[in-house]
């Protein structure tokens, strides 16, 4: 058994992927109507079109985020530079300094960090 891909919920797919693409580097797979498929390295993400998904215009925090990404870098503050050169604003992080997070509407929570190799 493999995890043929993840999906996520979003009010706009459309933004969403304005925000994966450009920001975080993922590649446009497919456009389905208004669900979007994107890939970064092997794995695929769906952004499905779902009404009232990612609350209602707040930011989710990652103590009540239901879905988050966590991108593993090899440098972090790079990393962070190189997505704030982007335009991606850090607000938070999952309760360690070296992992920010971001906090999107409508979207799941992005989080980077070093590999720990053990999970």
């Not at 769906?46 to 103590?63: E, F, P, Q, V």
Request: charged letters at 25%; one cysteine or more.
């Amino acid at each position: 058994m493999r995890i043929g891909h993840i999906e996520l919920f979003a009010r706009d797919p459309a933004a969403s992927r304005e925000f994966y693409q450009r920001v975080l580097g993922f590649e446009v797979v497919a456009a389905q109507g208004t669900n979007v498929w994107l890939k970064l390295g092997d794995a695929e993400i769906l952004l499905r079109r779902k009404a009232g998904a990612g609350g209602d215009g707040g930011s989710t925090t990652y103590a009540s985020a239901t879905a988050g990404i966590v991108l593993y870098v090899d440098d972090v503050p790079a990393a962070r530079a190189q997505l704030e050169s982007r335009g991606l604003k850090f607000d938070g992080c999952d309760g360690r300094r070296e992992m920010p997070d971001v906090s999107r509407p409508g979207s799941a929570l992005v989080s980077i960090g070093e590999s720990p190799g053990d999970h």
